[in-house]
């Protein structure tokens, strides 16, 4: 009967793969190396599988090795949520946090917050992910969504961290070459920038005018040039070739150098406002606690400074 699994043996096997090697895990977890190699193969032995595999300078994980990591990972993640959640101790932030963003955004805005906060919190182990489109709400492979628009799911905690507009936007050169447009149907006979994302019908434009009468429009756009990446897309309207609809976020700097030139501002469309979105069991967990709070005042100190 194969022995049951041992919490240390978990936390050895995540030190030795952040490590990178046998050496460099040695002096992490002040032992000898023999003693780890002799860990390992003890766990390799127990599991039945090989997991990590090694040369003179460095090792790399086997499929299995990631997999084993993985599960390691949450598991010792649970425990410590576990561990706060009875002892009624908020604690200090530790663990594995799994992060996920769009690529544009996450790239750009996520990943230098959770630089700063991995600096503030050395204890937690960050994972990001970025990807197109958020992951599915009952996914288990992230521990907090930072997305755009609130996520019509009342199993999951949705936190609004900052707010966000969507944007019509040109540049100069081709508004002086194919006119400014002065209300939404006179969009149709201009060349729009398509972006693919997500589950919003792609190329329908919505508007609501801010007037008194609040009328609503859907515009379905045409243009020449369509991306699934939102940063494409402001660059061809960058380079003169249309209008896009963006994410103020993306373009305010763009708007305040006078490369970009709002459009239509007397209409306003869907809300972008941005949230943390994580799974209910979550809400103890310190650790996201602690990043939610921070990335939200990190949001609001940009807000101001703009």
Request: hydrophobic share 40%.
């Amino acid at each position: 009967m194969r022995a049951p699994l041992q919490t240390e043996e978990l936390a050895h096997f995540r030190a030795l793969a952040a490590a990178g090697s046998l050496s460099a895990a040695a002096r992490q977890l002040n032992i000898s190396t023999a003693a780890v190699s002799k860990r390992l193969a003890a766990l390799e032995q127990r599991l039945g599988v090989c997991l990590v595999r090694r040369t003179t300078r460095r090792m790399s994980l086997t499929p299995e090795g990631e997999l084993y990591l993985e599960h390691a990972r949450r598991i010792l993640a649970d425990l410590e949520d576990l561990e706060q959640l009875v002892s009624g101790s908020r604690g200090t932030p530790s663990g594995l946090l799994r992060v996920n963003a769009t690529l544009g955004f996450g790239r750009s805005r996520v990943a230098p917050v959770l630089s700063r906060f991995a600096r503030k919190y050395p204890q937690v182990e960050v994972q990001l992910q970025l990807s197109v489109n958020p992951p599915a709400l009952t996914d288990d492979a992230y521990d907090v969504c930072v997305r755009f628009g609130e996520p019509p799911d009342a199993r999951v905690i949705a936190r609004r961290i900052a707010d966000n507009r969507r944007l019509l936007v040109a540049s100069p050169a081709y508004l002086a070459r194919c006119g400014t447009p002065q209300s939404p149907r006179e969009l149709l006979r201009h060349n729009c920038i398509g972006i693919r994302q997500g589950d919003e019908p792609y190329g329908l434009w919505r508007l609501t005018g801010t007037r008194a009468e609040r009328k609503s429009e859907a515009i379905r756009t045409r243009g020449m040039l369509v991306t699934n990446d939102g940063e494409i897309a402001v660059s061809w309207a960058l380079d003169g070739h249309g209008i896009v609809m963006r994410a103020e976020w993306d373009v305010a700097r763009y708007l305040k150098s006078g490369r970009l030139v709002q459009v239509l501002s007397g209409y306003r469309t869907p809300a972008a406002d941005i949230y943390a979105v994580y799974p209910q069991r979550h809400q103890s967990s310190a650790r996201v606690r602690a990043f939610v709070d921070f990335i939200a005042t990190s949001f609001a100190s940009r807000d101001a400074s703009h």
